[in-house]
Structures are given as C-alpha cells and as structure tokens.
C-alpha cells in the first residue's frame, strides 16, 4: 500500500494536474479538499469513470461526481453565528463581517447561512466584509484597515478559522474597546477569549474530518456502502465549555485548533447515522 499526499497551495489547476496524475497512476482512492467547488469536475468525473472511490470532504465540489462527501452543514454554521451576534449586541448596532476566500463551499456557503437572520434584523447595519484566507494576519490586517475606516463597531460576525483571533489582536492594538465576536475552536482565539473576557460563541469544522475521509474511503474500497453525503454534528463552545478545551491546549500547536477526541467507535457511529 502506498500513500500520496499532496498539496496544491489554493491553486485550483495545480489540484486538477495533482489529480490527473493520481488517475495516471491507478490509485484506489482519492480523498480531496477542493481548491475550488466547480474546477476539478471533469478530473472528477474520469476518475469516477475509472472506478476511483473519492471522499470530498471539508470544501466541498458541486458535482455528485464522487463517492462520499463528508462535511459539517457550512449555511448551519453562519445562521447560529449571526443568530449569537445580533443577540449579543441587542438585536442592533454596526458589524464587520470576516470571511475565508471567496469560491470555496464553505465561505460561501457560511456567508449565505447568515443572509436569514441578518436580513430579519434590520437595524443590524453590515459596514464592511472581509474575504481573506482563514489565517490570523490577513484578518488582523483587514481588520486593522477598516477600524480606522469606522470609528463605530458594535460586534464581529467571524466565520471561521483564525480570523477572530487577527480581529482581536488589532481591536487590542488600535487600542479599541473588545466586542462580541464569533469564531471557530483556533487556540489562539480561545486563549484571547479567555485573557480578556470576550463575549463569543466558537464552533468548529472537527479537525479530524480527514481521518474520517480515510475511514469511509477504506469502507468503500472494501465493499461497504457509504452513504453519499456524511453530515458532521457542530459542537458549540461558549463561556459553559471553553475550559474544558483551553485544559487541552498545550496538546495542540500555537497556530493550531483544539478539536475533541475521536476513534473508530466515532466513525462507525457516524457512518451508520446517515
């Protein structure tokens, strides 16, 4: 048996080469973050052809031109973030909006998950959005440029990654008041959270949704059936459960996130849900 990883660095027609390659060389399977959701579904559809289980998971194709897809609900997501937001703020005031890049699923799908509630709320004003990748200093200098563009900033709609963390770090830098922010289960924005008492909500994509994509890819090849889309439960963290993951910080990189346990008995569990 034979393991190839590779990383396309957010380059959609690099992944599509990766891919035709894997094809060329006749592997068994193939489990893909996509760099993008419409690019690589003609590979796709020639390595289906060829009879290549594919486990799409986290960022997600529009083709049903694989084997699984395997995904917490992205729409779900930004409806409980921006449900959190405007009620923290009181159902009105002035937000930032922070996103990953633009064209991947799960940006686009979290975005129009908060679209409802949002537009249910219309003296909550949007002054600005973000769409940076999911690291800290490309938020904390987005963030930083639209602080001194608005002297006003009721709350911080973050939907996901290290974006949070960049958010506090240039309200803490400029020297602004902390406000009610969203965010994902990134150490360091758990840590700030803490340090300086934020009001914030966090879920998280399980980091170990790569695991479980081997997990079905194996099922698959061995003749079980998998269903076609795996939906992953969101956990929630809030102020009731942060310390039960700052206890396990240390096991996890500064740039990291803290994810929960998982094991077989898990994956089982969850294939056997759907």
Not at 20 to 38: E, N, P
Not at 166 to 195: C, H, M, Y
Not at 214 to 234: C, H, M, N, R, S
């Amino acid at each position: 048996d034979k393991l190839v990883v590779t990383d396309a660095q957010g380059d959609a027609n690099v992944q599509i080469q990766q891919i035709q390659s894997m094809i060329d060389s006749d592997v068994d399977a193939i489990i893909l973050i996509a760099g993008s959701s419409t690019a690589p579904a003609r590979v796709l559809a020639d390595a289906c052809a060829k009879g290549i289980a594919i486990i799409n998971f986290d960022s997600l194709v529009d083709t049903d031109q694989v084997t699984a897809k395997v995904n917490t609900d992205s729409a779900q997501w930004g409806d409980q973030a921006a449900k959190f937001l405007i009620d923290a703020i009181g159902g009105k005031g002035k937000i930032l909006v922070l996103n990953g890049p633009a064209g991947v699923s799960v940006s686009d799908d979290r975005r129009k998950g908060a679209d409802a509630a949002l537009k249910a709320h219309p003296e909550v004003t949007v002054l600005a959005e973000t769409n940076t990748p999911y690291n800290v200093a490309p938020a904390q200098e987005a963030v930083t440029s639209l602080l001194f563009a608005n002297s006003e900033i009721d709350g911080i709609l973050s939907l996901g990654g290290a974006l949070s963390a960049g958010a506090v770090l240039a309200l803490d830098k400029q020297g602004r008041e902390q406000v009610p922010i969203t965010g994902e289960n990134a150490r360091q924005f758990l840590e700030l959270w803490k340090e300086k008492g934020l009001k914030s909500w966090a879920t998280m994509q399980p980091n170990w949704l790569g695991a479980f994509a081997a997990y079905t890819a194996v099922q698959a090849l061995e003749g079980e059936d998998v269903p076609v889309f795996v939906k992953i439960p969101l956990p929630v963290i809030d102020n009731s459960n942060i310390d039960q993951y700052l206890a396990r910080a240390a096991d996890f990189p500064a740039d990291g996130y803290i994810y929960s346990p998982y094991d077989e008995a898990l994956f089982k569990k969850l294939l056997a849900e759907q």
